[in-house]
C-alpha cells in the first residue's frame, strides 16, 4: 500500500475513532434536549472531553448494554454545566449531557463506574447475540447512581 494512503488512514483514524471531546446538552425528565451553547451564539457549542465507558448484563439469552461518557474533569465542572444549562435553558434542562456528534445518541457524565449523573440513557438489547436483533429503550435515572444501577430499570 501506498505510505501516504496509510498516514492519511491513520490520521482519520485518530481524528474520529479515538477523539475524546463530545458536545454538550441540556436534557429534562421527560427526553427534551437542547445545546448547551455560548449565550447568543449557537454555533458556539459547548464541549466536554471523556471516554465511553460500556456495562453488559446477560439474562437468560438478552444481553443489555448501558453506556456513559467518564469525563475527564470533576465533580464542580459538572455542577458548573448544570448551572450554565438552567441559566441558559430554564430548570426543567439541568441534567447536562454528552453526544459525540450533533446527530448521535446521547451520554450520562460521570467520574467513575460508582458515580454517574442523572440523565436520559438508552439501554440496547439483543438476544443471544444475534445484533440483527439489537432494540433499544430510553430510561431516565433521577440520582446519582453506580453503573449496576443503571439496569435496575
Known amino acids: 500500500m501506498n505510505k501516504a494512503f496509510l498516514f492519511i488512514c491513520a490520521i482519520f483514524f485518530a481524528q474520529h475513532v479515538l477523539a475524546k471531546d463530545f458536545y454538550v446538552y441540556c436534557s429534562n425528565n421527560q427526553g427534551k434536549w437542547e445545546w448547551l451553547h455560548e449565550p447568543g451564539n449557537i454555533l458556539k457549542i459547548e464541549k466536554i ?85 439489537v432494540d433499544s429503550y430510553k430510561v431516565f435515572n433521577p440520582t446519582i447512581s453506580n453503573i449496576d444501577q443503571l439496569f435496575r430499570k
Open 49 to 133: 472531553s471523556g471516554e465511553i465507558r460500556e456495562k453488559r448484563k446477560t439474562k437468560e439469552i438478552v444481553h443489555f448494554y448501558a453506556s456513559y461518557l467518564k469525563i475527564d474533569q470533576d465533580i464542580e465542572y459538572i455542577k458548573e454545566l448544570q448551572q450554565k444549562c438552567i441559566s441558559l435553558h430554564g430548570s426543567d434542562y439541568r441534567y447536562p449531557q454528552a453526544s459525540k456528534k450533533l446527530t448521535s445518541e446521547g451520554y450520562l457524565l460521570g467520574l467513575s463506574d460508582e458515580e454517574i449523573f442523572p440523565g436520559l440513557y438508552t439501554i440496547y438489547t439483543d438476544i443471544a447475540g444475534l445484533y440483527d436483533s
